[in-house]
Structures are given as C-alpha cells and as structure tokens.
C-alpha cells in the first residue's frame, strides 16, 4: 500500500488528529459563542496567548496545576472583557479592538516574560507543569480504537467536554437563550426588556473563557513551554472553523476536526519528500478554499423567474 | 362601558421638526375591538409607540383602567397590562415558538437551567386558554407567517396583556390566515381583552371592529361605531380634505411617451409576486403620479427603472431604448435621475462633505475631472452655485452633511438629481419627513422640469402631493395597477382613496398611454 | 478655542491616546527598570544619541510607510484586508528570485525587481478581492490566511530554489549589485526605499482625494448603497482597492530587501504588514498622515531596541504600548463625553455646528 495511505489509516494518524483539534476546537467555541450573540470575536489567537502564557509562569511558581488553570481561565475571560469594554462601552470597532488585543497579547506575553525569567524567546528555563495524560482503564486495550481514544492529555477529553458544555448552554441556559436572542434579533430582545450589551459581554466573556483552555493546553499539553507567538494562526483558523461550522455546536466539532485532521495530515506528509513548508501552508489555503464555497453557497440572491412565485403580490391571497 | 384606555390630547413632534400627532384624543372601551385608520403619516403608528412607551409625547395625559399613568418604555407598559403585535414581528427566527415566548421571563431548573419543558407548557397553557394554536416546539423560520404573528400575540397574552395593539397585523397574511386572526381576535374580545387594531384595510375593518377612530394629518377626524360607517365613509373621512387643495396649472408641453414599461413583474426573494404585469408610459412634460400605499410593490419598482434591481420579466424602454440590464451608471447617462425614497441609505453619505455628495453623478464627466484628475475649484465652484440656487442652509460645501437637517440633505439629493437637467425624474417620496418649505420647493422644482418638457414619474404616498402635482395619475395596489386617471382636473382624494386602499379597482388597467 | 477643538476633535483625540500611551511606558519603566531614569532616557532619546540610531528610525520607517498606505488604501473603501504581510513577503521573494537571475544595467534593473515585487503583491491581494466582490467571502479572514500561504511559499520559493549554501544562515543569494538601491547617507543603511515610500505617501494622497478613481474608493468606503445608485462600479472598487494594497505593500518589501540586505533574510515574517495596520489606525487612513505615524512608530521601535539594548527592560514593553494606543483610537467614544459637553456649551452659545 502506499506509504502515504498507510501512514493516514494508521491510529497513529487518528491520535494525532485529536491531539491537534485540542487548541482548535476549545478557540472554535469561543468564536462561536460571541458569533451566535452577534460580536464577532477575533481575538482567540491573543486571548489563547495570554492563557498559554499564564499557565505557564503560574504553574512554574506555584507548582499548582490547579492555580495555573484557574489562572490562565482568568486571563482569557480578561481578554473577554476587555474587548467588551472597549467594542460596547466605548464604540471601538470589534475587528480593529480584536486586532489591537492580539497585538497586545503578543507583546505582554514575551514581556512579561522577559521580566520573570530574563527570556525572550520561549520559556524554556521554567519548570512549569503539564497536564496529565489520561489512559482509561479498559478502553485503551480495545484494538485500533483503544489507541486512538486513550491516552490523550486530559484536555483533550476536556475539549469533548466543551463542546457538551457549549451545547448545554447555549441550549439549555437561559442566559444561552437570550445570546441567541440577541444575536437573532436585538430588537426582540429589547422588546422584552434583555440588556442587549450585557448579553453580549456574557457571550465575549465566555468566549474568552474557552478559548482560554486551547492556550492552556497548548503550553502545558501540546508542548511543555511557552514560546512567542507559538499560537502561529490557531486562533484565526478558529475563526474559519466556526464559521464553517454555522456556529453551532455539531458544526463547530465537525469543522474543528477537519481542520485538526488537516493539520496533522500536515505533519505526515512531512515523512514524504514534500517540503515542510508546502505541506504547512494546506491547512490555510483549504481554510480559503472552504471559505469561499461556503460564501458562495449563503449568497441567496438572484432573478427569479415569475413562475417560481408562490404567492401573488405581498397583500393578496396565495396562488 | 368602562374606558380601558383614554389619550387626552397628545402631541408629539419628531427631532426633525415633523409633527406626528397634533392634539389627538381617542377613548377606547373595554372589551371591544378598536380600529385606528389613516394614511401613511397620519399619525396612527406614533398614538401607539407612544401608547407602548416606545416614544413619549411632549404634551397630552394617557389614563389606564381609568388612572393616570406614565409610560416610558416597553416595559412600563408591559407592567400595566399593556401588549403589541408590531408590523414587522419581533421574534428570533431561529428560535423556537416557546423560546420566543418565554424569553425574558425564562422558567427555570435549579436556578441555572433552562426549564425546556416547563416552556412548552407555558407555551400550550396559553395557547389553550386563548384558542391560539402554535407547535411550541418548530423554530418560527418554520412557521408561516400567520402563526408567527400567532406566536407574539402569545407573548403578549403570556405576559398578562388585557389591551393588545396590533400594527397593521393583516399586511403580511393571506386571506385564510386573516380569517383565523379575526376568529382569534373575537375570542379574545369574548375572554374579556381589548384589542386596538391598526389597519387601512377598509373591508376588514368594517368586519371585525366594533369602533373605529379616523386620522388624518396628525390629527383625530372622528370615532363611531364601526356599523354607522360605510367602507366609503371610512374612505372619504381618511383622505376627504375640507379645504379645496393646491394644484398646479396644466401641462402645455406635452410630449410623446419618454418612459415605455411594459409587463414588468418581479418575485423577490421570498418568492413572491411583488410587481405583476406593471405596464405604463410616462410622457414628456407631464408629471405621472403613483398614488399607493407603502409596500405595495413602489420600493422595488423604482428600484428597477434605476438599474439597481433585476426583474423577472418585462420591458423598460427610455426613448425607445431598453434601460434592463443596463448598469445604473448607463441609466443615467441615458438621462434618467432617480430621488430615492432612503434619503439616507441610498442619496447621500452622510459622513462627507456635500461637495462629495454633490458630484456623485458627474465627477468623471468634463468639467469635473480632466482625465483621471478631479478638478476641486469647479466641484467647489459648482457646489457653492447649487447651495445658493437650490438654498441649501449650510455654512459652505465643505460642510459634512449629517449635521444638516432632514430638509436640507433632501435638497443637496434634489440639487444634485435634478441639476443635471435629466430627461428622466423619477422622484420616490421626495417630501417624505421634511419641513414644508423645503417640500415647496421640491415640487416648485418638478414642475417647473416638467414645464420644460422634462418626464417626472412622481411615486408617493402623500396624496396632496399626488393631486397637486400630476397630470395623470395611477393607482398601485398589491403589485398591480387598479386605477388610471387621466383628467385630473375633477379628481379629489376621495376618488383615489378607494383604489388605494383596494376597496375597489378598475378591470384590466395600465397606465399606457393610448397611442 | 473650543471651536478650534472641536474641528480637530478627531486628531486631539489621536494625540491624547498617544500622550497617554506614553504616560504609560514611562510608568512601566519605573516599575520594572533598576535604572529608571536611565531606562527611560535610552528609549525616549536613545533613537537620536547615535547616527546609526538615528538612521534606523527613517530605514525602518521605509517599508512601514509602504504599508500603512496600503492599509490605508483598502480601509478606505471600508475593506478589512489584512493582507499586506502575505502580500509584503511574497512580493519580496519572487522579486529576489528575479533580482538573482537576471543581469542587466541598474537603470533597468532596479525598476523592473520593485515591478516584479509589487506585482506579485498585487496578484496576491486580488485573491481576497474577487472572492469578497463575487461571493461576499470575509477579505478579513482570507487575506489573514493567505498570509500564512504567502509566507510558506515565499520560505519555499528562498529556501529551496535561490538558498545560497555558502552563507551561515538560511538566506538567499547576493543580489547582484545592478538591483542594489542605492543609499544616499554616508555610515547608514539609509536607501532611496525612504524616498520612495514619501513619494508614494503623496501620490497616494493625490490618487484618494484628487482622482476619480480615489473618489470611487472613498464614496464606496462612506456608503455602499450611495455609490451603487449613484452609478459607480462597486464591484471593480472592491477588488481595485485590495490589489493597490498588495502592490504597495509588496513594493515596501522589496525596497526593503534591495536597500538594506541585499538578499532575503526574512526566515520569519517581518511584521511590517500589522506595523501598517497600526499606523493606518493612528493616520486615520490620512496618507499625509501615515508618514508621521509611521515615523513615530519607527522612532518608538528603534527606542524599545536601545531601551532592549542598554537596559533591562523589553522591546516588547513597545509593541503593549502601541496596542494600547491603537485601542484608544478605535474606541470612537473615548472622550466623547467631553466632545458632547462642549459641543453643548457651543450651541447654548448660538453657534451654528
């Protein structure tokens, strides 16, 4: 069989798919959830810095994996709402606000840490701690499937986890109910008395919280250290995937796996003779490609015809 | 009978200087059904923003069940008891019938859980206990658009409404559908609620209410009990004007058919039939005047002779040449000018200098550009010559145009539409929200066009305007042509009322010229 | 007075969010820094101290002007490209591979790499264009994400076609000395890329305000819907503005190559492409005013190096700084309230607005 096809049908390849959908899906969610409030977040790449960052120096100093997580949750729900801040309160424009935040980010992270370790490129003189792996029990002795589903690091079943966890409150919660709400029609909202800006900062808030877990495992999963601008793009492929994945929860999942399994089909093609750099630039360029279909698709206009008319002037009866 | 609702005296002027509601005073009893009717800017939907607290009046007292009350937002008059059903429906499309219902006022589980089922209960105790059948559970995107306006009034009754306003509920239903409504609202009536009906639909007003209240111009024309009226009664006391209106002097230079549109049908984007066989012809020194009310197919028709929207089928021809598939650029080269009816969407940036807005048209024609560069003393030179001839009270050209007031940017539009000399006019609403010298001279402008052999297709829901200025007029309603007149010189309002208001209808009329 | 501030409001504005940025690093500097005062003198000063310094501020504001225009450019129209670092790197790259492969006299040379630069740039930026005018896809996301392609590509083009395995690092060949640009000021890196960027801020300028063509972008950038009724080709605005932007971006780039190394050296992405960004923001998309922005920033990230240098505070306390500033500028209600009490006490007055 080619080698090629093989390597693809292996669980290692399966494995790997899951481990790089981690960072991908928790961010995705974010972006969907202030999507669906109607804020669009663009900030995931800086908010999962930021987390990324703290996790870090919090584990590295308080030797708590505990601290660390609450603290890099802290962090991205900051990012959250500062954005708010800034977009509702004082009228910057979101896309220029995201912008500046993720500059930020980038500057106060490889800042913050010159100042605590004298580095500047990655964190690698921190002993910071990494969140466990996790083999369950009996599943990881079913053949094939036992090693693609065990053995993950904890987030990653954290990131399945999420996904629930979105559904739920979206679905389930009333103050899910009133993001769609407002996201749908700010008008209907206001017209039953909901505070259309103070939903909407709940819904960029929690989406800095998500997203908060993708930068979290990325510097205490992924890899065991913090290194500038190592988000290299996660976040904005977030955004394409939730895009894709209509911002509900099912999409988001699926689209987050696509672009996971892309990615590591990235890193297989590596073993060919490809150069890296080629293989690399897939996971963007199918980003464009999926982009634009689904624009395309969502373009509703066009002449109709008289005799696709299912109903006879805007007043009168149906034909 | 005891008084659900008294509005004594309410005056309510807008920002831009419109007076919306002029000592206006209505009575409504309990336990009827009430219809409010008028015109376009009669004033009916700003009596009930302001009943609903979307809009607070400066002068006049509104009483409740009998006392006094103030009624600042949406929730004041929530509180009371107070609920409305608005023309364009205020629900979440991709939520379902009990989300929309119980959003706000949420049943809970544990305090942080969405009580699912405890909604869908809510949702068919309501539904029963008011006869108003709505699958709590099928998003409203789903729904036809009969049982989403179903769905609000729930919402209302859900929050313990006992007077329900309804904005002109039957424009978006079919007849059926119209039916059930009516069935629905009796039932209400029967289970002690008061509605308060906005419509201009004659037949049905006279089907379902009880009292009918006339305005016109901002004003109360009278209230009767709805028996007592004809549908031509209502008719005449909506547009009947006391005083004999303005009209210009006659046309005498009359020329051949300019604009040719024949069979012009278009179906938008919810499939629908919005303009059907549309046919007439607007001649040269004449101005032809569409009389219809708002959305009867007006917005997209205009829409069309500017290039800016396709049709399904017909024809368009300007001087013989056909305008479809032209860009709106071609069109206007042709010599047709538009007057759009957004002022703001679509005649000005308002962000700008009105010197920029001023050369939207011709900044690539010679005189204003030399090649690729833009000549900025001629664009100056030629905005300060229109300010002053059109008077335009702005300080210089160099002054942004959202700090002038509604009258004003609506003449930098005209100043600019008509300053080009255009064969064409089509002019959208062109008075609509504007002080009354500002609309003076709007229509000092048309006409002295039209006297220069100019075309002027005049589409407008303001019947004065209509009278006053056209040599012809057609009548729009639902898409189709009802009425033709073609000697102005006898017809009143209420000649055209009627058709207006699809109370009656010509068989078989354009608005073609006879060759 | 308060006329005067009033009309100028929006740059007041501009210059508080900048004075406040300042504020803010020299407090960091006293927070963090064992030799405050010293800290803060290398990094407010440190750019004029020395020649070299000096110099670095008008070379790194070369390719940042470049970019700001194109930014500038796009933004106008009110299109949220963001693509001018895919555009900047790639145009670089393909117009190395032609510098390294071609002889010909400078007067020749040199026009035809910065042609072959920018056109790259150009063709790159269409991509996100025409899928935003046909299908009204994202130019946000699409151009963020070819980024990310043009750098592969450009690092694959250098790194497996034009490497030269003689040097230490992972470079492109030598420029042949006839697609140099040349530099005009002694001990300094200082090349006509700077000149060139001042002369493009102008024709930007002229090209907006005092063309037809500029006039299209800008109305379109206003409102949309205006400029469709009142005839002009949106569609064509939409992709023209966007491969202006790849163009001038990519022009940025090269000179940058062609001036100061002399080979592509770029195995990360510069940055100057969300450099431009920054200053469009702070110019407000003014090109006249991009080049003071741009030198302010270019002075600011000379001024981080030194303070990187000299002390012991981070460069990157310059980029938390700018991002600071940027949020002030885009927060259109910041000091609104005080707009709003004076433009009050103005109309109490009697003054027509």
């Known amino acids: 069989m080619n080698p090629l096809l ?11 798919v899951f481990r790089v959908m981690t960072p991908l899906l928790f961010a995705a969610i974010g972006v969907s959830i202030s999507n669906l409030a109607g804020t669009i977040n663009i900030s995931m790449e800086g908010t999962m810095l930021v987390a990324a960052f703290v996790g870090v120096i919090v584990s590295a100093f308080t030797k708590s994996l505990v601290l660390a997580l609450l603290a890099g949750i802290a962090a991205g729900v900051a990012m959250g709402a500062i954005l708010s801040y800034f977009h509702l309160r004082l009228k910057a424009d979101i896309i220029l606000a995201a912008i500046a935040l993720n500059i930020f980010a980038s500057g106060i992270t490889v800042f913050l840490l010159f100042i605590t370790t004298g580095e500047k490129g990655q964190s690698s003189s921190l002993k910071s701690l990494l969140f466990p792996e996790i083999h369950i029990p009996l599943i990881k002795s079913i053949p094939v499937l036992g090693t693609i589903i065990s053995g993950h690091n904890v987030m990653t079943y954290g990131a399945f986890l999420a996904i629930i966890l979105f559904y739920i409150i979206t679905f389930k919660t009333p103050l899910g109910l009133r993001i769609r709400a407002v996201g749908q029609n700010p008008n209907a909202a206001e017209s039953v008395g909901i505070n259309v800006n103070r939903t909407r900062m709940w819904a960029l808030m929690l989406s800095g919280f998500f ?32 895009t894709l994945g209509g911002y509900m929860p099912l999409g988001t999942f699926l689209a987050s796996l696509l672009f996971g399994a892309v990615n590591a089909l990235a890193i297989y093609f590596a073993s060919l003779q490809i150069p890296s750099e080629l293989i690399a630039l897939i996971p963007y360029l199918a980003t464009v490609i999926a982009l634009t279909i689904y624009s395309a698709r969502a373009l509703k206009k066009r002449t109709r015809k008289v005799g696709e008319a299912k109903q006879v002037g805007k007043i009168k009866e149906s034909i | 009978m005891d008084n659900i609702l008294e509005a004594k005296n309410i005056l309510k002027v807008y920002e831009n200087g419109v007076i919306a509601n002029r000592g206006v005073s209505v009575s409504v009893e309990e336990n009827t059904i009430h219809a409010i009717v008028g015109e376009n800017g009669a004033g009916k939907t700003t009596l009930m923003k302001i009943i609903f607290g979307i809009e607070q009046a400066q002068e006049g007292k509104i009483f409740f069940k009998g006392s006094r009350v103030s009624i600042r937002s949406p929730n004041d008059a929530i509180q009371l008891g107070i609920g409305m059903v608005h023309q364009h429906l205020m629900l979440a499309p991709d939520l379902t019938v009990a989300e929309n219902i119980v959003l706000g006022n949420e049943p809970r589980r544990a305090r942080i859980f969405l009580d699912t089922d405890r909604a869908g209960e809510i949702t068919r105790q309501v539904s029963e206990d008011y006869g108003l059948q709505a699958p709590p559970d099928k998003k409203i995107k789903d729904l036809p658009i009969g049982v989403r306006q179903r769905v609000e009034i729930l919402k209302a009754l859900f929050r313990n409404a006992e007077l329900l306003i309804l904005d002109e509920p039957t424009s978006v239903l079919t007849p059926q559908e119209t039916e059930v409504l009516f069935k629905t609202l ?28 006339i305005m016109r111009d901002a004003r109360v024309i009278d209230t009767r009990d709805a028996e007592e009226l004809t549908e031509h009664d209502i008719a005449h006391l909506m547009v009947g004007r006391d005083i004999s209106f303005e009209r210009i002097p006659a046309s005498t230079n009359l020329g051949a058919p300019l604009l040719s549109v024949r069979n012009l049908s278009y179906v938008d984007d919810e499939a629908i039939l919005v303009l059907n066989k549309f046919s007439f012809d607007v001649r040269a020194g004449e101005i032809l005047g569409l009389a219809g009310v708002v959305g009867n197919g007006q917005t997209e028709l205009v829409r069309i002779l500017a290039g800016l929207l396709q049709p399904s089928e017909g024809e368009i021809a300007l001087r013989g040449e056909a305008l479809i598939g032209l860009s709106p650029r071609k069109i206007r080269e042709k010599g047709l000018c538009h007057i759009p009816e957004d002022r703001m969407e679509d005649g000005v940036a308002e962000e700008t200098t009105l010197e920029e807005n001023f050369i939207l048209d011709r900044y690539y024609k010679q005189g204003f550009s030399k090649g690729i560069r833009l000549l900025w003393k001629n664009i100056s030179r030629h905005s300060a010559e229109l300010i002053a001839k059109f008077n335009i009270l702005a300080p210089s050209g160099k002054t942004i145009v959202s700090s002038l007031s509604g009258g004003n940017i609506q003449k930098v539009v005209v100043a600019r539409e008509l300053s080009s000399d255009p064969d064409m006019i089509i002019a959208a609403q062109p008075t609509r929200g504007i002080d009354v010298g500002s609309e003076e001279m709007v229509h000092r402008l048309l006409r002295e066009a039209r006297d220069r052999g100019r075309a002027v297709f005049l589409v407008s829901a303001d019947l004065d305007e209509i009278l006053k200025l056209s040599t012809r007029v057609i009548v729009i309603y639902n898409g189709e042509i009802v009425a033709h007149f073609q000697d102005m010189s006898k017809v009143r309002a209420e000649d055209l009322g009627p058709y207006m208001l699809g109370v009656q209808r010509e068989e078989a009329v354009s608005g073609k010229v006879p060759a | 007075m308060e006329k005067f501030l009033l009309k100028y409001f929006t740059l007041i504005r501009v210059i508080i969010a900048i004075a406040i940025g300042i504020v803010i690093s020299v407090f960091l500097i006293f927070l963090i820094s064992r030799e405050p005062g010293f800290s803060l003198r290398s990094f407010l000063l440190g750019p004029l101290l020395t020649r070299s310094r000096f110099a670095h501020v008008f070379e790194t504001a070369s390719p940042i002007i470049f970019c700001g225009l194109a930014i500038a450019v796009a933004f106008q129209a009110k299109q949220f490209n963001i693509g001018a670092e895919g555009s900047l790197y790639l145009g670089a790259a393909v117009a190395t591979a032609f510098a390294v492969s071609t002889n010909m006299p400078a007067f020749i040379h040199i026009p035809l790499v910065l042609l072959v630069g920018g056109l790259t740039g150009a063709a790159w930026s269409f991509i996100p264009g025409i899928l935003k005018a046909k299908w009204k896809a994202s130019e946000l996301v699409s151009s963020l994400m070819l980024n990310y392609v043009a750098y592969f590509l450009g690092l694959y083009l250098i790194n497996f076609h034009f490497r030269d395995k003689e040097a230490g690092f992972l470079v492109s060949y030598q420029f042949p000395e006839t697609a140099w640009l040349p530099r005009f000021i002694p001990d300094t890196r200082i090349h006509y890329g700077i000149i060139l960027a001042l002369v493009a801020a102008v024709l930007v300028y002229y090209f907006l305000y005092h063309t037809t063509t500029g006039y299209e972008i800008r109305s379109t950038g206003f409102n949309d819907r205006f400029a469709r009724y009142g005839g002009i080709n949106v569609f064509k605005v939409i992709i023209l503005c966007q491969v202006i932007l790849g163009f001038l971006a990519a022009i940025g780039g090269t000179t940058e190559i062609m001036g100061i190394h002399r080979r592509f050296v770029w195995q990360d992405s510069p940055g100057y492409g969300w450099s431009g960004i920054i200053v469009a923001i702070i110019g407000r998309n003014h090109p006249l005013l991009i080049i003071p922005a741009s030198f302010f920033l270019s002075y600011m990230q000379v001024g981080g190096r030194v303070l990187n240098l000299m002390s012991d505070v981070p460069a990157e306390m310059i980029t938390v700084i700018q991002s600071i500033i940027i949020l002030l500028i885009t927060a259109e209600a910041f000091l609104s309230q005080w707009k709003y009490r004076i433009t009050l006490r103005q109309a109490e007055k009697g003054d027509a607005v």
């Open chain 1, 211 to 242: 997203g908060a877990f993708g930068g979290l495992y990325l510097s205490m999963g992924y890899v065991s250290w913090f290194a500038r601008d190592f988000v290299a793009g996660r976040g904005w492929i977030a955004v394409a995937a939730a």
């Open chain 2, 186 to 213: 009796r039932n209400l009536k029967n289970q002690g609620k008061t509605i308060i009906f906005i419509s201009h639909r004659l037949n049905e007003v006279k089907q379902i209410a009880d009292r009918v209240t």
């Open chain 1, 6 to 16: 093989k390597s693809i049908l292996s669980v290692e390849f399966g494995f790997a």
